[in-house]
């Protein structure tokens, strides 16, 4: 049997994900859509050291090991499919060490932290995970205006906290409290009611609080998108239609989210995708 070349590789990666972000890349064109995958492999690969490694010494290993290969990657010297696939075209689009340490720095924080005390602390939290992400993405998509980082960064952490919203209750059960102790506090809802799954009218107002908190980003950040780069950043926004409608999907299901994962079927997807790449509409 052949071995798989890199972009083999990061492709094969990045579709078993079975992503929202991997329904974007299916319209970009052909050198922005290897970047932008080999990328996505890259943070996917980072993640999955996190969580899909019981052992937090053989997490912190495997992460240090990831963190000489982008110093050996960006020195000329890569070694794993992953960077062999995004170096050559990291120059382009200004991909740099300092973006995938950051990923891999948020990364970490998941090994050392699973409570977060308030919003700016989850936000510090947010900002690597996705903020910088968003930043990358919107390089590869063809950023041209300085002004649409400050966008990227702000999609970045609408994205992340409906992924909070939405994985609570699996989170809770592996031990990671995302949601804000000030919060949590403010709604008198227990860190143990979330493990134990119980839902309750306290909860219900803390998601919807959640809810209406990350819905609004997703307006701050359309209303930083320069004209200009509106085009050029479709699959971000492509991305932004498909959280929302996930989003709104969870608030009109009444927030169960402690016994489940609700999802968007793939077609379903596909189809909000088609309708902002045809449509230019969002949500």
């Known amino acids: 049997m052949r071995a798989m070349t890199p972009e083999q590789y ?32 890259f943070c996917r690969e980072v993640d999955d050291v996190v969580d899909e490694i019981s052992d937090a010494q053989v997490a912190q290993t495997k992460l240090a090991w990831w ?6 990657a960006f020195a000329g010297q890569p070694s794993h499919p992953v960077m062999q696939a995004l170096m050559p075209l990291a120059p382009v689009y ?54 649409t980082t400050a966008y990227a960064h702000k999609m970045g952490l609408a994205f992340q906290l409906t992924n909070i919203i939405r994985d609570v209750g699996e989170d809770a059960l592996r031990g990671r409290i995302y949601l804000p102790i000030s919060e949590l506090q403010q709604f008198d809802v227990k860190a143990h009611e979330l493990i134990k799954r ?12 959640q809810t209406e908190r990350a819905l609004a980003l997703y307006d701050e950040a359309l209303a930083l998108l320069p004209t200009e780069d509106r085009r050029a950043q479709k699959p971000g926004l492509m991305m932004a239609s498909i959280y929302r409608t996930l989003l709104r999907e969870i ?17 379903r997807k596909f189809w909000l995708a088609w309708k902002t790449q045809a449509l230019g509409r969002v949500g």
């Open 10 to 41: 990061v492709q094969q990666k990045a579709a078993a994900s079975g992503s929202s972000f991997y329904y974007a890349f299916l319209f970009l064109p052909r050198e922005r859509r290897a970047a932008i995958t080999a990328f996505y492999a």
């Open 94 to 147: 200004g991909i740099t060490a300092a973006h995938l340490e950051a990923v891999i720095e948020g990364c970490q924080m998941d090994l050392t932290q699973s409570r977060y005390l308030d919003l700016p602390d989850l936000s510090r939290y947010c900002h690597l995970v996705a903020g910088i992400v968003g930043e990358v993405a919107a390089r590869i998509f063809g950023q041209t205006q300085e002004a």
């Open 198 to 209: 119980q839902y309750s009218e306290r909860f219900t107002a803390l998601m919807q609080f």
């Open 67 to 72: 963190r000489r290969e982008v110093h050996s």
């Open 251 to 267: 608030q009109a299901d009444g927030y169960q989210v402690l016994h489940q994962r609700v999802s968007l079927t793939p077609l």
